[in-house]
């Protein structure tokens, strides 16, 4: 399968994704590389110039960066913990002999479909709303004071929301991975005397190591993004205490219209995702070898 | 499992499972419920159910909102077009990569994936900037080849996965054969690779349809699809519940049937065949 | 016409000389088999020969025309892949078709030869169903219905029957050498099993890391193996190869006795039976002999030795001599 000819016919066809992906990433990283080190304000046009690192030292000086830093590891972390566990238990659960696999599947994969902004505003005004939600209605049911969600616990609820639409996810991709696992394997370990939960900890678990890297790299990808939700809920408030990294150069960037230092931020972000990238590759590319 | 578990405990996991699912999927079956009750009805407190009145109002005055027909139509020509588009790019470079390897193979398919990890905000202003340049902005063009660009290294890697499971003999055959490259293609390639391009085809329309970055960031009104749309229904103080929960329903509904359709191939799609 | 032939054919893969340089004729008609041990680049061989692979250097004749820069598909060869390689999603009528449509063919004419292949290899009743249906030796019929519609110039098959449980093997083995009786078209067949290169060629290559050993018709190689590796590889068990002062006596660096050309009774050498296998026909016994080692012996019928016991072997027959380079000696 490998003459001359094929070989060239390949470059040719592999060459026009691998041109505009570069394009798409590398013209505008240069463009946000070039922006960072200068002045650009959309408000103040006529000023500009080179400011070298002032626009970096601007973030790191800035007491917001760092909450937007602990609030993204934050939701990253607390989304990937909650989805993993509770999907590992959701699995075990779907995988027992129930009636209605098929429709219990429907319904567990339902939120995954949901877009973020509908996501976001249906626990925003049907659930967390303070005056209209049904948890005010069950909290004033109790005789109990509703619960300010959004206002009080801003990124506890963001990363509830969050958490609920990747649910789904974790727990379809570990249902697979589960009903990947022969049968033989729990009744050889069963024969051997292992108690459900030994065989838990030494069979199942094991085997679903790989579909856990898989289900935490995919799912980091996507986290780090993670834009829609927050506009559509808090804007990052109140204050900056739900503001995440990707939500701090939004507001630079749109709010305050503050090119230059937006672009610092982007750079900052992508030297971070970067790091992240480097260690999920390098557990993936053991994983994925195809 | 082969073994018979007790009629008791089969019962009880039974009722836990549906209890589990239900939680889960009870935020989209409330917001489903309020889009047909009337707007006094959606926030009465306590919150009504049997006693709720029930309307189709809602949909009829969302519809016919002059605006949201536009938006929905943009939303399935930016997601469709972006997927084919992506599709057209992605097929002969994933065939390629699939069966002519070389050393850089590997590394290529890595590198696109990591284009993948660069948060979108980085490169945000730029494209902005661009998009202004070039007459994009706000345009179903622009939107289109901003989420084909977001989505291709997703694109090839399924269609990747998928190659690869085709075994090289069978092209070699077909070259034994006497088939050209098109023929190839034509006969043998694109019948056995049109489950998997499907299922492709389905999950990219998913994600463009539910993009929320790009389409908040690059439009204002003109070509805003749907999920820029819902996104800045701003702060209705329980004037619109049962309209903003109608316009949300009408704008998941095609992908939760869709979704639903093409769940088997989401797990081992998503996962680009690492789990199956 | 069939007919093959290789000058100075070179394959690397890099840095690495998979065949560093091979010369070979095939006559029209022959049936010939590629043998060695995996990994000695006989699949190799055979895809240079159908065009799936470039040659490094050297050049490859078909019907005394330079073949080497065409395209499979236009040498006008056929070839049967290991793993069948039929397409799924086409019934098996289309599958032995498709060739022919590929050469834009009269779809009468067509018709008539898919038929006519479909009977000689009794798949007329399975032609609407498609490979998923069929069982494994059915498959490997469609593999070579596909074949022979084209009416090749030759007939290239890679490992075919490796896919096939032991016993339809046999039966396969069969076919193919009936086919090849009455189509009388030049086939090369590649194995790695010796008792299939034995039972179907005419001429058998023997072929380790990338060279030739020897070439010949399955008898020459059996009775006068032109090395080491030859005598080693062709027939079953192996031959015993002794070196040390047996040899010495023969005025050798070794000496090889095949298992059947040993007698059991009285003898020279004395050892203490290992394994023995009795399946009626024969008798396959293993004995330790002292500064020998192993000696492997085939007993036609029934020999009345068993695991633990002490006999005595004679060598009764052709004594194969090799020099300290493993070529024969005359």
């Known amino acids: 399968m490998s003459t001359q000819s094929t070989r060239l016919a390949a470059r040719f066809m592999v060459a026009p994704s691998v041109i505009v992906l570069f394009i798409w990433m590398i013209v505008p990283l240069a463009m946000t590389a070039y922006f960072s080190f200068r002045l650009y304000r959309l408000l103040s046009p006529d000023r500009s110039g080179w400011v070298g690192f002032n626009n970096y030292v601007w973030f790191f000086n800035s007491p917001d ?14 989304v990937l913990i909650i989805t993993v566990i509770l999907g590992v238990l959701i699995a075990l659960l779907l995988d027992q002999p129930v009636k209605g696999q098929g429709v219990l599947r429907i319904l567990v994969i339902a939120p995954f479909f949901v877009m973020p902004p509908v996501a976001a505003s249906i626990w925003e005004n049907l659930f967390m ?11 004033r049911g109790f005789g109990a004071q509703p619960i300010l969600f959004l206002e009080s616990y801003p990124m506890p609820s963001v990363i509830a929301i969050v958490a609920w639409e990747w649910l789904p996810f974790a727990t379809l991709i570990l249902l697979t991975a589960m009903q990947s696992l022969s049968s ?3 009744e050889a370990a069963e024969m051997d005397g292992a108690s459900a939960l030994s065989r838990f900890r030494y069979i199942i678990l094991p085997h679903l190591t790989r579909a856990i890297t898989v289900v935490i790299l995919i799912q980091t990808i996507f986290l780090l993004g993670i834009f829609g939700e927050i506009y559509t809920t808090t804007q990052g408030g109140p204050g900056s205490a739900s503001t995440t990294l990707p939500y701090m150069i939004f507001k630079q960037a749109i709010v305050a219209k503050d090119i230059g230092r937006a672009a610092a931020g982007g750079i900052i972000a992508v030297i971070l995702a970067n790091i992240v990238a480097y260690f999920l590759m390098r557990s993936i590319g053991k994983h994925l070898d195809a | 499992m082969a073994r018979a578990a007790s009629p008791r405990r089969r019962l009880l996991t039974t009722l836990a499972a549906w209890f589990v699912a239900l939680l889960i999927f009870f935020p989209v079956l409330w917001m489903i419920l309020t889009s047909f009750k009337t707007e006094a009805s959606a926030v009465a407190s306590p919150p009504e ?26 939303s399935v020509v930016i997601s469709v077009g972006s997927t084919l588009l992506g599709l057209a790019i992605a097929i002969p470079s994933a065939w ?22 660069m948060p979108a905000v980085a490169v945000m202003i730029p494209i902005y900037l661009l998009f202004q340049q070039l007459g994009l902005f706000d345009t179903k063009i622009g939107l289109i080849l901003a989420l084909m660009l977001m989505n291709l290294p997703i694109i090839i890697w399924m269609l990747y996965t998928y190659f690869k499971e085709i075994p090289g003999e069978i092209l070699e055959a077909a070259r034994m054969d006497g088939a050209g490259m098109w023929s190839e293609i034509a006969y043998v390639l694109t019948p056995m690779a049109l489950p998997g391009i499907a299922s492709t085809m389905l999950l990219n329309i998913i994600l463009a349809w539910n993009e929320a970055f790009w389409t908040i960031v690059l439009t204002t009104t003109k070509a805003a699809p749907l999920s820029a749309f819902i996104a800045s229904f701003s702060a209705p103080q329980g004037l619109f519940y049962a309209k903003l929960s109608a316009a949300s329903a009408m704008a998941i509904m095609p992908i939760l049937i869709l979704g639903w359709f093409s769940q088997k191939q989401l797990v081992r799609g998503l996962t680009f065949g690492a789990v199956k | 016409m069939g007919q093959i032939t290789l000058k100075s054919v070179r394959k690397s893969f890099g840095e690495v000389d998979v065949i560093p340089s091979i010369d070979l004729a095939i006559d029209d008609g022959e049936f010939v088999v590629f043998v060695g041990p995996s990994g000695c680049g006989k699949s190799t061989l055979l895809r240079l020969i159908a065009g799936l692979e470039d040659t490094t250097s050297g050049t490859i004749e078909i019907d005394g025309k330079d073949a080497t820069a065409l395209p499979p598909a236009k040498r006008g060869l056929a070839m049967v892949f290991q793993s069948y390689a039929l397409y799924p999603h086409m019934t098996v009528k289309k599958n032995i078709g498709f060739p022919l449509k590929m050469a834009g063919m009269d779809p009468a004419e067509a ?3 898919i038929q006519r292949a479909a009977s000689v290899l009794n798949l007329t009743n399975y032609l609407e169903r498609k490979p998923g249906q069929l069982s494994g030796g059915q498959r490997q019929r469609v593999a070579i219905g596909r074949a022979i519609v084209r009416e090749p110039a030759a007939f290239l098959f890679d490992e075919p029957l490796s896919n096939l449980d032991a016993a339809l093997r046999v039966g396969m083995r069969q076919e193919i050498s009936e086919l090849h009786q009455s189509l009388k078209t030049t086939m090369i067949y590649v194995t790695h099993d010796q008792v299939e290169a034995m039972t179907m060629a005419d001429k058998i290559v023997v072929l380790n890391a990338g060279r030739i050993e020897q070439v010949g018709s399955p008898l020459t190689l059996y009775h006068t193996p032109k090395n080491i590796f030859v005598a080693g590889f062709i027939g079953s068990p192996r031959m015993n190869l002794i070196e040390g002062p047996e040899a010495a006596k023969h005025n050798a ?31 396959f016994i293993k004995v330790d002999v002292p ?10 019928g029934e020999l009345n030795v068993h695991h633990g016991d002490r006999i005595k072997l004679a060598p009764a027959g052709k004594i194969h001599r090799f020099d300290a380079n493993g070529m024969a000696m005359a």
């Open chain 1, 65 to 78: 960066f760092w909450l937007a830093l602990t609030n993204t590891l934050l939701l990253v972390g607390g």
């Open chain 1, 129 to 139: 709303h303070p005056q209209n939600g049904l948890f005010a209605a069950i909290a």
């Open chain 1, 184 to 186: 033989e394997q729990l």
């Open chain 2, 49 to 74: 159910l049997l006693g709720a009145s029930w309307t189709l109002e809602n949909y009829v005055e969302v519809w016919s909102r002059s605006d949201y027909p536009r938006f929905f139509w943009n």
């Open chain 2, 96 to 117: 390629a990569m699939a069966f002519v390897p070389g050393k850089r193979t590997k590394d290529l398919l890595m590198w696109m994936l990591s284009t993948k990890m």
């Open chain 3, 111 to 113: 018709e008539k030869r």
């Open chain 3, 253 to 283: 660096h070794t000496i090889g006795i095949r298992p059947e050309h040993i007698t059991v009774g009285d003898g020279p050498w004395e050892g203490v039976v290992g394994l023995s296998e009795h399946l009626g026909s024969d008798s």
């Open chain 3, 291 to 300: 500064g020998l080692g192993i000696i492997n012996v085939r007993g036609a």
